[in-house]
């Protein structure tokens, strides 16, 4: 399941979701789609579907991001309301990175 560095929720119903190229595009398509129809948790607990989904990622995760914005879409689950894309530099490197960051809605 997601981490909480890769998932936090700052705001209620709000989710903002980092993916990376670390785990395959299904897990982060799965993991969204969970976010936006409620889960079961495996104690039982029931997790209310998220109003709002942000799917960033960065450099070679943006295609991983874009996949899983549009499975949200193709299924009818949520609205891609925003796309923004920036150029943060990043302090590992000193060069910038691309990033894109996707605001979905939920249906």
Not at 17 to 31: A, H, L
Request: glycine share 8%; net charge negative; proline share 5%.
């Amino acid at each position: 399941s997601m981490t909480a560095e890769e998932t936090a929720e700052t705001t209620p119903g709000v989710v903002d979701m980092k993916v990376t190229t670390k785990k395959p595009i299904g897990f982060y398509v799965r993991s969204a789609k969970s976010f936006l129809t409620g889960v079961e948790t495996e104690s039982g607990e029931k997790k209310e579907p998220v109003c709002e989904l942000n799917i960033s990622g960065l450099g070679d995760a943006i295609n991983v991001a874009v996949a899983a914005a549009a499975a949200l879409e193709t299924e009818g689950l949520g609205t891609i309301q925003k796309v923004e894309t920036s150029y943060p530099e990043m302090a590992s490197s000193n060069r910038g990175c691309p990033r894109i960051c996707i605001k979905v809605w939920h249906k």
